[in-house]
Nanobody, 123 residues
């Protein structure tokens, strides 16, 4: 059974930094995509960053240069620098056995999701 659990959320000042973690269990690594999504209050969930089995990464335009996704063994990370108020939201990690370029991943149809961790940015 695949399980994902996020941690590391909390309150951070604008301009600050934070690292989110996602512990992944039961996942058989072969060809896969791992990623982070977020949902701000009143808005739809959006893709933030993804990483594939070959280490290839993609970022949303709004976070490029500030967010870094990485993967080490059974943990997925999201390093966030220079927090902005618009970064406030609930952050989710996701995983599936598909390329990150797959339409299903783009449409947020990954099979495995964590429950999310809240990040709040104060100005």
């Amino acid at each position: 059974q695949v399980q994902l659990v996020e941690s590391g959320g909390g309150s951070v000042q604008a301009g600050g930094s934070l690292r989110l973690s996602c512990l992944i269990s039961g996942f058989t690594y072969g060809s896969y995509c791992l990623g982070w999504f977020r949902r701000a209050q009143g808005k739809e969930r959006e893709g933030v960053a993804s990483i594939d089995a070959y280490g290839g990464t993609e970022y949303a335009g709004s976070v490029k240069g500030r967010f870094t996704i990485s993967h080490d063994k059974n943990t997925l990370y999201l390093q966030i620098l220079n927090f902005k108020p618009e970064d406030t939201g609930k952050y989710y990690c996701a995983a599936d056995y598909m390329p990150c370029a797959a339409d299903s991943w783009y449409r947020q149809l990954a099979r495995y999701w964590g429950p999310g961790t809240q990040v709040t940015v104060s100005s």
